[in-house]
């Protein structure tokens, strides 16, 4: 996407995640046309990128498609969180529905390392049912939004991490520590150890972000049960990095 290109073009990121932000700052950096970032609107107060933004739903892959061409989008970016399996279709649809180029930014998903004892499942639904065979007090890194998947089990302790509270239905033995990431290493040994837990469930988000509650684990010997992502809907082109996606050709 370079700037000898930029006259007419809009690019429409589909945001919420530390590489939409990066991206944004990088076309704006570059005077690379028209950016505008969109986000989702589930945080109370997110932390806006450069360019224009706009928050809320589009009312499925129509509605997107109608502001894509409203508003002269010209390529749009999928930089959602990997496990917005939703809105990634949306996104698929939208695109065909407008005869505009897709890319998805996807950051590569986390490996087990000598001395990980991963579990793996494909789902919220499959690690619940998973979660009481390998330990009774959980640090739940899955989201707040899923928390209601986990609310009939009555015999696990639960720590949840989140920016905001969550909603209920939630699991009845819940401590909730409200906190905006990234997290040190140092921060993650510390947690681990004075809520004395014994299982890490999260899903693969991959990044840099949050992989030091992995270190951290595998320091203390504590599982891991770790939720597949979803794949990125058939025929989507995917760059892995901010980089990559300045270099699209389209």
């Not at 107060?45 to 509605?63: C, H």
């Not at 490996?111 to 330990?135: I, N, R, Y």
């Amino acid at each position: 996407m370079s700037a000898e290109t930029a006259p007419g073009r809009h690019v429409l990121i589909l945001g919420g995640t530390t590489e939409a932000r990066r991206l944004a700052a990088a076309l704006v950096d570059t005077g690379a046309g028209r950016v505008t970032t969109s986000l989702a609107g589930r945080v109370s107060a997110p932390v806006l990128p450069p360019g224009e933004t706009r928050v809320g739903g589009f009312g499925g892959p129509a509605g997107l498609a109608e502001w894509i061409t409203a508003h002269g989008v010209t390529h749009l970016v999928d930089a959602t969180h990997p496990f917005a399996e939703r809105m990634s279709f949306n996104a698929a649809e939208a695109a065909a529905l407008s005869g505009i180029p897709l890319l998805a930014l996807r950051r590569p998903g986390w490996t087990p390392e000598p001395g990980d004892a991963w579990t793996f499942t494909d789902s919220l639904t499959g690690a619940a049912a998973l979660l009481p065979s390998l330990g009774s007090r959980a640090f739940l890194t899955t989201g707040r939004m899923g928390l209601h998947t986990f609310a009939h089990l009555t015999r696990t302790w639960f720590l949840v991490r989140s920016v905001d509270p969550p909603d209920a239905p939630v699991p009845p033995r819940l401590e909730v520590v409200l906190a905006r990431g990234p997290f040190t290493l140092d921060d993650e040994r510390e947690l681990l150890a004075r809520h004395r837990i014994d299982v890490l469930v999260t899903k693969d988000s991959g990044g840099s972000a949050t992989a030091p509650k992995l270190t951290a684990a595998r320091e203390a010997g504590i599982p891991v049960l770790v939720v597949a992502r979803p794949p990125v809907p058939e025929g989507v082109a995917v760059a892995e990095s901010v980089e990559a996606v300045l270099k699209w050709p389209a």
